[in-house]
């Protein structure tokens, strides 16, 4: 075999593997198999707060059902953050009285659909406490959006 002929075979086998590097690049970025970017769910909520019982409440009004595990909710009273944030889903946390309500329960199935209520309780060890006349506002996040961000007067 003379070596002209093996230039050609290698020659051909760098094009073809070239060939199906290329079609991987083009499939994956096609079929979506690079980063995604996905839209925020849509949800309409609404707050209360009881400083008679330290309880604040979370109504998810209507849109999107929301996984529980994928949010962060923070908590202000008088614009001040609480010093213990609520982490959801859960039963016992410190800066809580034990056991929220609803799909902030770690019992709960955790979905959080439009009509449901999920309500803590601020622990006296949490700081700002709620107090009649505070004005308490609840902003919901998930994945890297803010989601909602509602208001009450206790």
Do not use: C, K
Request: glycine share 8%; aromatic share 4%.
């Amino acid at each position: 075999m003379s070596a002209r002929a093996t230039s050609s075979v290698v020659g051909i086998a760098l094009m073809v593997l070239l060939t199906v590097l290329s079609s991987a690049v083009v499939g994956a970025t096609v079929f979506g198999i690079g980063p995604t970017d996905s839209a925020p769910p849509r949800v309409s909520m609404s707050a209360s707060a009881d400083a008679a019982r330290d309880r604040i409440a979370l109504t998810h009004r209507s849109g999107d059902s929301l996984a529980v595990s994928d949010l962060r909710i923070e908590i202000r009273i008088d614009g001040t953050p609480l010093r213990e944030q609520p982490p959801v889903p859960f039963f016992a946390a410190s800066g809580f009285e034990s056991g929220p309500t609803g799909p902030l329960n770690s019992a709960a199935d955790g979905t959080w659909r439009a009509g449901e209520t999920g309500a803590v309780r601020i622990a006296d060890t949490n700081s700002p406490q709620l107090t009649t006349g505070a004005t308490v506002t609840v902003h919901v996040y998930t994945e890297h959006y803010r989601i909602a961000t509602v208001t009450a007067r206790a």
